[in-house]
């Protein structure tokens, strides 16, 4: 019953760890043109529903699944961006 009792809890554990393993991705979104920052953009982990947006400064901070390697960023009157995600935190 002990071992059963064991096996079962690090089964549980380890489950939990992929469950969990995210990372956090921080960036600010600026124009290309004149560089100034764009409030508003909406960013996407592909794949998923994590959705963040960017705030007035234009920066955000998103979770990203070690499973998922593209952010979409969207905006009215520009075009979307796909950008790779890869072991970046800061983009």
């Known amino acids: 019953?002990?071992?059963l009792a064991f096996t079962l809890a690090l089964?549980?554990?380890?489950?939990?760890?992929?469950?969990?393993?995210?990372k956090v991705v921080t960036g600010k979104v600026t124009d290309s043109n004149d560089g100034t920052?764009?409030?508003?953009?909406?960013?996407l982990v592909k794949g998923t529903k994590n959705v963040a947006q960017t705030d007035?400064?234009?920066e955000f901070s998103i979770?990203?699944?070690d499973n998922s390697k593209t952010l979409l960023f969207t905006f009215v009157g520009y075009?979307?961006?796909?950008?790779?995600v890869g072991a970046k935190t800061v983009i």
């Not at 920052?37 to 960013?43: C, D, L, M």
């Not at 075009?79 to 790779?84: K, P, T």
């Open 79 to 84: 075009d979307s961006q796909e950008v790779a």
């Open 1 to 3: 019953m002990r071992k």
């Open 11 to 22: 089964i549980l554990f380890c489950g939990m760890q992929v469950v969990f393993a995210q």
């Open 63 to 65: 979770r990203v699944p």
């Open 56 to 58: 007035v400064k234009g």
């Open 37 to 43: 920052s764009i409030p508003g953009v909406n960013i």
